[in-house]
């Protein structure tokens, strides 16, 4: 309205993202239905003040969206990643299901 009144150009609406499930009952994207049945991971990437990238694995668990681990480094390998899940399947158990990408770090045979 208030763009209208000024003459500017109203952007047109975005579409609505699709959902990760259908109302049918049927299941595009596994659902986690407790704590501890579907962890997610996948890296986020950062600068210093000096222009170095630090990357950062986040693991969470979808259900209760608590994150579970940050290990930050300037480089992370598939063996950090495997530590860093090891850690926590000892302290707290293995989950149901694990989603992540197909990044470099994720689609090693170890991992």
Excluded at 68 to 94: C, I, K, N, Q, Y
Aim: glycine share 8%; charged share 30%.
């Amino acid at each position: 309205r208030i763009w209208r009144r000024e003459g500017l150009k109203v952007p047109q609406k975005q579409p609505k993202r699709g959902r990760l499930w259908l109302h049918d009952g049927s299941c595009i994207r596994l659902r986690p239905e407790y704590p501890g049945h579907v962890w997610s991971y996948d890296f986020v990437e950062g600068r210093t003040h000096d222009g170095r990238k630090f990357r950062i694995l986040s693991i969470i668990d979808e259900a209760s969206r608590e994150c579970l681990a940050l290990p930050v480094a300037r480089r992370l390998r598939s063996e950090d990643v495997l530590a860093a899940l090891a850690d926590l399947f000892v302290t707290r158990g293995p989950p149901a299901h694990i989603r992540s990408d197909n990044g470099p770090e994720f689609i090693a045979n170890a991992v």
